[in-house]
């Protein structure tokens, strides 16, 4: 039977929140702003499920930049990528899944041209057997549509199950269990009191691949 493993890409196989600082850093300084309008950047951003237009709609008016909003837009998506690092221990770790004979795929929402950005940006693409991303694909987590289109694309059924492993209690974890996978969440303590049912829960992605790894070891 194929192992099937899906994984969330921002703060799940990147660290997406430190990305966006770094971005936050240089558009501050960039644009002679006070160092303290970082923190406000973070927090406007909101772990990224703000919408970029409607955050970068904010940033110009407040700030009173010129030009349009399409063209930060364009810009913080040919920028963001480059901010962007996954440890090698995950790509390892991928790799290694991959050896003890799973089928390894990501799933994303997010534009298409900022996340494939990101996985190639990181050496991911190497090290996975497939991708899907939302705005390539015209459907979102939590819709199975898009596990659907991961899992063939990595030559695997859902029907057959597997693991879903991500940071979001409804993205990752309600929509992992909706199509029946179990599922190991990434806590990293953006959701108090918002906790999932997972069947596993860590703090760092490469614990959850341990778990899986175990599983085929029998440890």
């Given at each position: 039977m194929t192992r099937l493993a899906l994984f969330?890409?921002?703060?799940?196989?990147?660290d997406r929140d430190a990305a966006f600082r770094?971005?936050?850093?240089?558009?501050?300084d960039g644009h002679g702003l006070g160092a303290e309008e970082v923190e406000?950047?973070?927090?406007?951003?909101?772990h990224g499920y703000l919408p970029r237009e409607t955050l970068l709609a904010q940033v110009k008016e407040d700030y009173g930049l010129d030009g349009r909003v399409e063209d930060l837009w364009a810009a913080y998506r040919r920028r963001i990528p480059d901010f962007v690092h996954c440890p090698p221990e995950v790509r390892d770790g991928l790799a290694r899944l991959r050896t003890a004979g799973w089928r390894v795929a990501i799933v994303t929402n997010g534009h298409a041209e900022s996340q494939l950005g990101k996985i190639r940006r990181t050496g991911l693409d190497e090290v996975v057997d497939?991708?899907?991303?939302?705005?390539?694909?015209?459907?979102?987590?939590?819709?199975?549509?898009?596990f659907e289109i991961a899992a063939t694309r990595?030559?695997?059924?859902?029907?057959?199950?597997?693991?879903?492993?991500?940071?979001?209690?409804?993205m990752d974890m309600a929509g992992g269990r909706?199509?029946?996978?179990?599922?190991?969440?990434?806590?990293?303590?953006?959701?108090?009191?918002q906790e999932p049912a997972s069947d596993h829960t860590v703090t760092d992605v490469t614990e959850a691949i341990g778990i899986l790894l175990s599983e085929v070891e029998g440890r």
């Open positions: 969330d890409l921002d703060n799940t196989l990147i770094s971005w936050a850093e240089e558009f501050v406000r950047l973070v927090t406007l951003d909101g497939a991708w899907a991303v939302s705005g390539a694909e015209g459907v979102r987590k939590p819709d199975r549509g898009l990595a030559g695997a059924s859902l029907g057959a199950g597997g693991w879903m492993i991500g940071d979001h209690p409804v909706a199509i029946g996978f179990a599922t190991i969440w990434i806590d990293r303590g953006g959701w108090t009191g």
